[in-house]
């Protein structure tokens, strides 16, 4: 089925997309949200990760399994480039100069943005790990890809996924653990860096 489904593909069977589409749509859509921490971005590169599937598909490999990890990697590459245009845009924004006058409602709109206290101290750890550390995370962990399939999404030896996804790990655990403490986090956070089947279409 999954080799019948790449050759499709590689046609530009758009009913075979659209299958890809509704079995890795949810997993793509909560590896953006694992990378950027925003529902709504997140939901864009959902549409930008299969857009460029699209684009890309005659580079699916004819013989293979699932398509997801494939799919994780390109959304991944998307979320690179999202991030890095937002960082240009805010620096232009920043050069513009500012009209006093204005009320600032970032911090009110901010305030409103789920606050609870568990999601809040996830967010800060993870927004302590670095970017290639983050994304080994997402994929091993919470995507539940194995290391040869996070390595192949990636572009790097299984190797590197391993190490990455050690740090990674080694990091959240001090980042969680609470003062004082060793070993042992309030409110069993580690629920929040658990792994979660998604599928593995």
């Known amino acids: 089925m999954d080799t019948q489904l ?3 593909i590689r046609a530009g069977d758009h009913d075979a997309f659209g299958v890809l589409f ?19 971005l997140a939901e864009d590169i959902v549409s930008l990760t299969f857009l460029e599937a ?17 799919l994780l990697g390109v959304a991944t590459n998307v979320t690179r480039n999202v991030r890095r245009a937002a960082r240009r845009h805010a620096a232009a924004v920043a050069r513009l100069p500012r009209d006093e006058g204005v009320r600032d409602f970032a911090d009110a709109v901010a305030s409103r943005v789920d606050d609870t206290r568990q999601l809040a101290l996830v967010t ?3 927004a302590g790990l670095r970017r290639p550390e983050r994304e080994v995370l997402s994929l091993c962990v919470w995507s539940g890809l194995d290391y040869a399939a996070a390595a192949l999404a990636l572009g790097v030896p299984v190797g590197t996924v ?11 655990a001090r980042a969680l653990e609470p003062e004082g403490g060793r070993g042992q986090m309030r409110g069993d956070r580690t629920a929040a860096v658990g792994p979660i089947q998604e599928g593995n279409r």
């Open 6 to 8: 790449r050759a499709r």
């Open 54 to 70: 699209w684009r890309l598909r005659a580079k699916v490999e004819e013989d293979g399994g699932s398509l997801r990890p494939w």
């Open 124 to 126: 800060a750890a993870l």
């Open 22 to 40: 509704d079995a890795c749509s949810r997993s793509v859509y909560n590896h953006a949200y694992r990378l950027t921490g925003d529902w709504a």
């Open 162 to 172: 391993r190490s990455r996804l050690s740090r990674a790990r080694s990091k959240l």
